[in-house]
């Protein structure tokens, strides 16, 4: 049975709004825990991902960011102990995001937050089978814009 335009609408709406609601509740959860927002959490990911190091650009294309956007996050992730900027010895035109110790624990412990979050928020109110749905779901629409791919890519923390 096909769903009416109005279900059509209501599901697109339930998408959007929970797409904007949980984010916001995990980003506010770090914050309060760790004192990084979820964006800085996702940036201390890719570095540890690319073992440590990354060239700013590679960075922010990583992130989906400006240049600009991934300035201002290093900055504050700076001023926090976090991260450190290092000019590249091979062309001192390149300047390196690296994740320092203090970085990598901060990393380590905003993983250990996420899965009982997702858990708490997302996973405790759908039964196995409706999560399976879900993610099929969303796996189709993505694959239907060709974002699949770069899904799981970024999940990996490779960035695309």
């Known amino acids: 049975m096909s769903m009416s335009k109005d ?3 209501l599901t697109w709406v339930s998408l959007v709004h929970a797409g904007t609601y949980l984010p916001g509740a995990l980003n506010q ?6 004192g ?6 996702d940036l201390l990911k890719q570095l540890n991902a690319a073992g440590g190091k990354l060239k700013l650009i ?4 990583r992130l989906y960011l400006s240049k600009a956007g991934v300035t201002k996050m290093m900055d504050r992730l700076e001023s926090a102990g976090l991260v450190r900027r290092e000019r590249s010895e091979a062309d001192r035109r390149v300047i390196n995001a690296r994740l320092t110790p203090n970085g990598k624990e901060a990393f380590r412990r ?6 009982p979050w997702v858990k708490s928020n997302l996973a405790a109110h759908l039964s196995d089978k409706q999560l399976r749905a879900l993610l099929d779901a969303l796996q189709c629409v993505l ?6 791919e ?4 970024h999940l990996r923390g490779e960035g695309t």
């Open 143 to 148: 694959e239907g814009h060709d974002r699949w």
């Open 110 to 115: 905003s993983r250990k937050l996420l899965g």
């Open 29 to 34: 959860h770090l914050l309060v825990e760790l």
């Open 150 to 153: 770069g899904q799981m890519a």
């Open 36 to 41: 990084i927002s979820l964006a800085e959490q």
């Open 7 to 9: 279900e059509n609408m």
């Open 58 to 61: 590679e960075l922010s294309r």
